[in-house]
């Protein structure tokens, strides 16, 4: 069942309240409480309702038809993606507004504004047709957080082709597994990115992930083509002839129009993958018109989007949240979207305020990792700037502990600026559960409660709905337009992940608690799924990563609690007989999950074991290992094969801290 529940009873005896302003409430996009009812007695009005104000090619004949475990929304409608973030902007003021405000970690900086985004994308949508993309045809894109990056993605709405983001952070092998599963045409990279000072080797990635583990033949032969994009001249002797050609040259001499492809309301917009309990990412499915709304809507009266705005999502576009909120939800509003491209602390550990204080950053949308580390840094790096233009600060990724929360509210949002705790999942495409700004009673440390039109609900074991007070299974009772519709290539996997624990209920692996006021606090996750800084990591995926080392016998993984990034990877080991432990042994198997994965899934502990604790039907008891990694009282033992091997991890562990 949901763990650590002592901790969390502590934390439902939080008892700070913040209402809305009156001020805030006055000028806020939805204030009338009665939407939540309203929304209730007929979650498909609600929709249709926000869906007239998408652009419709042809308006859709039926809302919603709903074949459980499946969703179709807006049967009929044919609409175009590309055209609803930029297009329709157009022939309104908007044309010359700055859409994306763009800086890059070495201080250079770019604007577009909607009309300049437009051509761009325009163009580079001409030129991904001219290398024989076309429709429902796979583009993986592993690109730095530079503008390309969306405008290669809004390219391949606008011609109806799917894209597959992969995190710049990934190494070679993961982005291999990715374009193989989603059997990608093109990939579209660039030589490097800047990071921390330094230069993130992309290309040479890409290079690697083309070619086979063992360095030689092909990869991935599905790629017939790579578009390199030159960020920072690091790469200009490593194009491939034939294959690699430079963003520029692509770009050169293409229409500055392309007609979007009028697309079916369901024809797959991207995939995107994350982890799960296996070693195998999922490829989820997002398709065109639910996945708009949904974050289009979520955008508009979480965020409270005003059109003299401008916000600033922190995520990388490589993660949903920079999809559904840098990309698609603020520019299908109209938004100015600020994108940054490098780390928070350089050159100086202001950086981000640096940015909110130049371009006078109004929303603010980052991850409680970022809030614990800027809290350790100090209120003196925030307090060197002003901040007064700040009027709504956002949270996600993980659940934000009270101390961020208040500490964000004071000496980011000055005292005065609502924080909305947004949960949701790559799954659920857009936030689920979130305060509305001008209606809900904020309270530090819980997303309080479902957007309009949602049915959350907390189950027990049984199936049973828990009161308030009680604390079990997150799930989702009815479908919204922006859930995921199938995992690519593995529609058995679909039905047995998210909908076999309750029969039609879509199972959300989120822990959560009800309060007597009816609002959810999530408590993490109940799979084996570990969140790292709000990375999702799968404990199969570093545990396989692991035992590809030749050293090592066998592996298991366990998330740790940490102050600063929420989780931190342990990993309990077993080398093989003749192996001898050492330190050189630590530093080389954390290196090779970091080569096989990408430095996200580098554990902070090996911890070695002769054998590792398991049930006596050989199933490793990680519950056992988390017990041990966080010094707690061990659970129910009773099923373990041999009971001493417990003994002796916490033995090692003990000496290990
Ligand atoms: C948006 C995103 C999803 C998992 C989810 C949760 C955790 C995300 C919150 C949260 C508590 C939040 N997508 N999570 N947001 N937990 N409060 N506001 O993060 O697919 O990468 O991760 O993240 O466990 O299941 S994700």
Same mark, same amino acid.
């Given at each position: ?47 249709? %309702? ?46 010359? %507004? ?44 592993? =690109?730095?957080? #530079?503008?390309? +990056? ?49 230069? #993130? ?77 296996? !070693? ?11 996945? =708009? ?40 509003? !109209? ?32 991850? /409680? ?12 790096? /925030? ?95 009815? /479908? ?41 606090? +999530? ?51 077993? +080398? ?13 198997? %954390? ?33 056992? +290992? ?32």
């Amino acid at each position: 069942m949901v763990e650590d529940s002592g901790r969390f009873d502590a934390l439902l005896q939080e008892d700070r309240t913040f209402p809305p302003s009156e001020a805030f409430k006055t000028q806020a996009n939805i204030s009338d409480p009665n939407i939540y009812e309203e929304a209730k007695r007929d979650p498909e009005a609600f929709w249709a %309702k926000f869906a007239e104000e998408l652009d419709w090619f042809k308006k859709w004949d039926t809302v919603l038809e709903w074949n459980p475990p499946h969703a179709k929304w807006f049967i009929g409608g044919k609409l175009n993606v590309s055209y609803n973030c930029i297009d329709r902007h157009l022939t309104t003021s908007r044309r010359n %507004k700055a859409a994306l405000v763009w800086e890059g970690e070495p201080g250079d900086r770019r604007v577009y504004t909607y009309w300049d985004l437009y051509r761009e994308v325009c163009q580079f949508a001409n030129g991904l047709k001219s290398l024989g993309v076309k429709k429902g045809d796979r583009v993986t894109i592993y =690109l730095p957080m #530079v503008p390309e +990056l969306p405008i290669a993605m809004l390219a391949c709405a606008r011609i109806g082709a799917v894209h597959s983001v992969v995190f710049g952070g990934f190494s070679a092998e993961s982005l291999r597994d990715r374009i193989n599963d989603s059997e990608s045409k093109i990939l579209i990279t660039a030589d490097g990115g800047y990071r921390r000072g330094g230069i #993130v080797p992309l290309k040479q990635n890409a290079d690697d992930s083309l070619k086979n583990a063992d360095g030689q033949g092909n990869g991935a032969p599905s790629i017939e083509k790579v578009v390199v994009l030159r960020r920072t001249e690091s790469a200009d002797d490593k194009m491939v002839n034939g294959r690699d050609i430079w963003w520029h040259d692509l770009m050169q001499g293409q229409p500055l129009t392309c007609e979007p492809e009028q697309m079916d309301s369901e024809d797959m917009l991207y995939l995107l993958y994350t982890s799960g309990t296996t !070693g195998k990412p999922k490829g989820i499915v997002h398709t065109t018109a639910g996945y =708009l709304l949904g974050t289009y809507a979520t955008f508009k009266w979480i965020f409270d989007i005003k059109e003299n705005d401008t916000y600033w999502c922190t995520a990388d576009i490589g993660w949903v949240t920079g999809h559904s909120y840098i990309v698609y939800g603020p520019l299908a509003n !109209g938004a100015t979207s600020v994108m940054y491209e490098g780390s928070p602390d350089f050159p100086e550990r202001d950086r981000f305020w640096d940015i909110v204080a130049k371009y006078g950053v109004t929303i603010l949308y980052t991850a /409680p990792t970022a809030i614990r580390t800027f809290m350790r840094w100090g209120e003196s790096y /925030p307090q060197k700037h002003d901040l007064t233009s700040l009027r709504l600060l956002g949270s996600v990724g993980e659940p934000i502990n009270p101390e961020a929360w208040m500490w964000y509210h004071e000496y980011i949002g000055g005292g005065n600026c609502p924080v909305v705790d947004t949960w949701w999942q790559t799954e659920t495409g857009s936030i689920l559960i979130a305060p509305l700004p001008g209606i809900t009673t904020l309270k530090p440390g819980s997303a309080t409660r479902a957007f309009p039109g949602i049915e959350a609900e907390i189950l027990d074991d049984q199936g049973n709905s828990v009161g308030p007070g009680g604390g079990g299974y997150l799930t989702i009772k009815k /479908p919204w337009p922006s859930m995921l519709r199938t995992i690519y290539g593995d529609e058995e996997r679909y039905v047995e992940q998210y909908w076999s624990r309750y029969p039609d209920i879509y199972f959300t692996a989120d822990g959560a608690k009800l309060d007597d006021d009816g609002d959810f606090w +999530l408590l993490g996750r109940v799979d084996d799924v570990i969140n790292v800084s709000g990375h999702r990591i799968g404990t199969m995926e570093v545990e396989s990563a692991l035992v590809d080392n030749p050293k090592v016998a066998e592996a298991a993984c366990i998330g740790k609690s940490h102050e600063i990034k929420g989780q931190a990877v342990v990993a309990f080991v077993t +080398l093989k007989d003749s192996v001898a432990i050492s330190d050189a042994i630590i530093t080389e198997l %954390k290196a090779h999950v970091a080569t096989k994965i990408g430095a996200m899934a580098r554990p902070d502990d090996i911890i070695f074991a002769a054998e590792l604790p398991k049930t006596r039907s050989g199933k490793i008891m990680r519950r056992l +290992l988390r017990d041990v990694a966080e010094g707690r009282a061990l659970g129910d033992t009773t099923t373990l094969a041999d009971p001493a091997v417990v003994d002796s991890l916490k033995e090692q562990y003990g000496e290990e801290e």
